[in-house]
C-alpha cells in the first residue's frame, strides 16, 4: 500500500492560478493571501490561507508570490560547442543569417554522447533553478540519419516533450541536392527519428525550407504521428505562418515578421505564436508586435529559444522582462504567455496552472507579486520550486 504526504504552501502574497475561475476572476485567477496544497505529485487545493485545509506539512511563503512553473515550448539543447566568435562579430555590425548553423552542426556531429547528454543536462539545470518545470527541445544540429536519431534519443532522456527537426537547414552534405535532402528526411531520416519524438518542425524561411519543402516534410510527419510545429517568419515575411495554421501546427514559432492575412490566420486557427525574446535580443532584430497578435485574438506563447547561435539564454525570466519592455505585453500577459501559453503550444492542460488537478510545478518568487519579473530584470528572484510535487531548487 503506498500513501502519499500534503503539503500546504500557506502565506502566499499573490498566487496567479491561471484559471479565470479563482480569484479576481482575470485570466491569471490570482488570490490574495492565498495557500496551495499539494498531494504526491498534483494540486488538489487552492484558495484563502485562512481556509486551507489540514496538511502534513506546511511552508511558509512569508508573503512571496507563487507563480506555475514556467513552460519552455522551443529550445535546441542537443549541441556541442559554442558560436562566442559569431556573436561578438554580430555585436560589431554583421547580420545574423540561418548559416551559423553549419558551424553547430560539425561541433554536434564530433561530440560523443556523454558530452551532449552533459550539455542538455547542464542547461536544464540553469532552467529548472530560474523556475523552468517543462520544456520542449529539438534535433537539428545531426542533419545525418543517425546524429538525428541520436540526438533525439539523448533529448528523450531528459524530456517528453522531443521534436525531430532533420529540416532545420539543408545538410552541408547536400548542398548542391536540396531536393534529395528533402527525400533523406521525409524517408530513412522520418523512420529512424520518428520512435523517439512527438513533434516535427521545419524552418520555413529563405536559406532553409521553402513552402513546398516545408509541407512535403511536415506532412510526413503527420503520416508518421508526429504533430507539426514551425519555424515561421522570423527573417523576414513568409508563408510559414499560414502554413502552420493550415496544417493546425500546434505552433508557428518567431512570428516576427507578419502581415494582416498571417494574423487573421493565427486569431482563427488553433496554432499558438510562440514569441522569442531572445533571439531578437541576441539578433539585434526588429521585435514581434505583440500588442498586435493578441489584438488578432491569437494565443502567444513565450519561451527562449535556448540555442547557441541566435539565443544563449535559458532564461524565462529574462525572456518575460524583455516581452513587457520590448514587445509591448503588459506583465499579467508575459507571465500567463510564459506559464499557460506554453502548455498551449504544447497543447497539454495538466501544467501551466494552479488548480485543482494539475501537476504541483509552482516557483516561490522572492518578491510579493509576479510583476516584479519585469519591474526587477535580471535578479534571481527563484527561492524555491516545486516540479511534479517534489521541492527541486
Same mark, same amino acid.
Given at each position: ?8 504552501? !500557506? ?36 484558495? /484563502? ?15 512571496? #508570490? ?17 558560436? !562566442? %566568435? /559569431? ?19 560539425a561541433a554536434t556531429r564530433a561530440a560523443s554522447d556523454d558530452e551532449?547528454? #552533459? ?11 530560474? *523556475?523552468?518545470?517543462?520544456? /520542449? ?67 520555413? /524561411? ?33 508563408? *510559414? ?23 487573421? %490566420? ?11 525574446? *531572445? ?63 506554453? %502548455? ?50
Amino acid at each position: 500500500m503506498t500513501t502519499t504526504t500534503t503539503t500546504a504552501l !500557506t502565506h502566499i502574497a499573490n498566487l496567479v492560478t491561471n484559471d479565470p475561475s479563482l480569484g479576481d476572476g482575470t485570466p491569471l485567477g490570482l488570490i490574495r493571501d492565498a495557500a496551495v496544497v499539494i498531494d504526491g505529485d498534483r494540486v488538489v487545493w487552492t484558495g /484563502e490561507s485562512s481556509r486551507a485545509p489540514a496538511t502534513d506539512n506546511a511552508v511558509d511563503a512569508g508573503g512571496r #508570490a507563487v507563480v506555475p512553473g514556467f513552460v519552455d515550448s522551443h529550445s535546441h539543447l542537443v549541441f556541442a560547442g559554442d558560436r !562566442t %566568435a /559569431e556573436f561578438n562579430a554580430r555585436m560589431s555590425g554583421r547580420p545574423y543569417s540561418a548559416g551559423g548553423i553549419r558551424t553547430t552542426v560539425a561541433a554536434t556531429r564530433a561530440a560523443s554522447d556523454d558530452e551532449l547528454s #552533459a550539455n542538455v543536462a547542464r542547461y536544464l539545470g540553469e532552467a529548472l533553478r530560474q *523556475g523552468t518545470t517543462t520544456f /520542449e527541445t529539438k534535433s537539428g544540429y545531426g542533419l545525418t540519419v543517425e546524429d538525428e536519431a541520436r540526438a533525439l534519443r539523448i533529448a528523450a532522456r531528459h524530456t517528453d516533450e522531443v521534436t525531430f527537426l532533420g529540416a532545420h537547414i539543408v545538410s552541408p552534405d547536400y548542398a548542391d541536392d536540396p531536393a534529395g535532402y528533402v527525400d533523406l528526411v521525409t524517408g530513412p531520416m522520418l523512420d529512424a527519428c520518428a520512435p523517439h519524438a512527438r513533434w516535427i518542425d521545419v524552418f520555413c /524561411e529563405r536559406g532553409a525550407f521553402d513552402e513546398d519543402q516545408a509541407r512535403t516534410i511536415l506532412t510526413a510527419g503527420l503520416a508518421k504521428g508526429l504533430h507539426p510545429r514551425v519555424h515561421a517568419n522570423q527573417l523576414g515575411h513568409g508563408p *510559414g505562418v499560414r502554413l502552420a495554421v493550415e496544417l493546425d501546427a500546434a505552433s508557428a514559432d518567431h512570428c516576427t515578421h507578419l502581415d494582416d492575412a498571417d494574423l487573421d %490566420a493565427l486569431g482563427q486557427g488553433s496554432t499558438v505564436a510562440t514569441l522569442l525574446p *531572445g533571439a531578437e535580443f541576441s539578433t539585434r532584430a526588429a521585435w514581434p508586435d505583440a500588442r498586435r497578435i493578441l489584438g488578432a485574438g491569437a494565443t502567444v506563447a513565450l519561451s527562449t529559444d535556448c540555442n547557441p547561435g541566435s539565443s544563449f539564454t535559458s532564461s524565462m525570466p529574462f525572456c518575460v522582462a524583455l516581452a513587457v519592455r520590448d514587445m509591448g505585453m503588459t506583465p499579467d500577459e508575459a507571465i500567463w504567455s510564459a506559464t499557460a501559453g506554453g %502548455a498551449a503550444a504544447l497543447r497539454r492542460t495538466d501544467i501551466g496552472r494552479i488548480t485543482p488537478g494539475a501537476r504541483a510545478d509552482l516557483v516561490l518568487l522572492d518578491a510579493p507579486s509576479h510583476v516584479h519579473l519585469a519591474y526587477r530584470p535580471g535578479v534571481p528572484l527563484v527561492r524555491a520550486v516545486w516540479r511534479a510535487g517534489a521541492r527541486v531548487v
